[in-house]
């Protein structure tokens, strides 16, 4: 088995994952999301990827969970009653893409890693803000949820939709730490029961996939104590660059070879 996956990832490609999955798990404890597009999007500079999206379901599953549980069961209960809906549409078309994650070509595969990348992280950027009135609420739950699920299918990242639906519904800042935690963590259990029944999560894929919890977990206690210290706002900007420039990279490839 551990053959096989390092048939799949070489020991020169462990110690690069190891780095990006730190950097990822800072990037997450600090801001609360945007783990799997740093995974995804840096792994995929040197790994096939199928197996960077692989390596992304343990560390994001734990991850999430780690962020929900610093919130009381009772917070958590009353954020899934609100947005019970969105929760739901995201879980079931991550089940559905996911199927059919294998079947698409590898330049076509960086340009659905890329162009989403790019363009969310510069909406984010420039500031651009929607709002949700009650009247279009409900269909904002399952228009948003449902781009934001086929993302999470394909790339294993459904954060930046969720994020552009919380401004818009004008969340305060810890109500919506507290629900991206719980979406994500509720996204992640089917990301990881799509990809099981998809082939992407294999006896191969599954121990490079456990290893990056080791640094994503470390990532993440040191990312908790400089999100209490430093400018949130300044760290979530640079984070954002950065992925604009690895999603470009990404475009690049798929436009390209």
């Known amino acids: 088995m551990f053959a096989e996956t390092l048939s799949l990832v070489p020991p020169w490609a462990l110690v690069a994952a190891f780095a990006v999955a730190l950097a990822a798990g800072i990037v997450k404890g600090a ?18 990827p199928l197996v960077a999206i692989a390596g992304v379901i343990l560390p ?47 330049r076509t595969f960086y340009l659905i890693l ?22 279009r609420r409900r269909l904002a739950e399952w228009s948003i949820g449902g781009l934001a699920g086929a993302l999470g299918g394909f790339t294993g990242t459904w954060g930046p939709p969720t994020v552009l639906y919380l401004i818009a519904l004008e969340t305060p800042k810890r109500r919506q730490m507290l629900v991206q935690g719980v ?9 990881l029961t799509g990809h099981v029944t998809s082939g992407v999560m294999t006896a191969a894929t599954m121990p490079f996939s456990a290893f990056l919890l080791i640094p994503a977990f470390i990532g993440m206690r040191f990312g908790f104590w400089l999100g209490d210290r430093l400018d ?7 984070t954002l660059i950065v992925l604009v420039i690895a999603g470009a990279n990404l475009v690049r490839r798929g436009v390209f070879g």
């Open 232 to 238: 949130a706002e300044l760290f979530r900007k640079v």
């Open 31 to 48: 801001i609360g999301f945007a783990m799997p597009l740093i995974l995804v999007s840096g792994m995929s500079l040197f790994l096939d």
């Open 114 to 135: 890329g162009v989403p990348v790019v363009v969310l992280s510069v909406i984010q950027l420039v500031g651009i803000r929607f709002h949700i009135g009650p009247r």
């Open 60 to 106: 994001a599953l734990f991850s999430n969970l780690l962020q929900v549980l610093r919130h009381s069961w009772n917070d958590m209960r009353n954020a899934l009653s609100e947005h019970w809906r969105y929760v739901m549409i995201v879980c079931v078309m991550i089940l559905i893409v996911a199927q059919f994650v294998t079947r698409v070509p590898e």
């Open 183 to 191: 979406v994500y963590s509720l996204g992640s259990v089917s990301l």
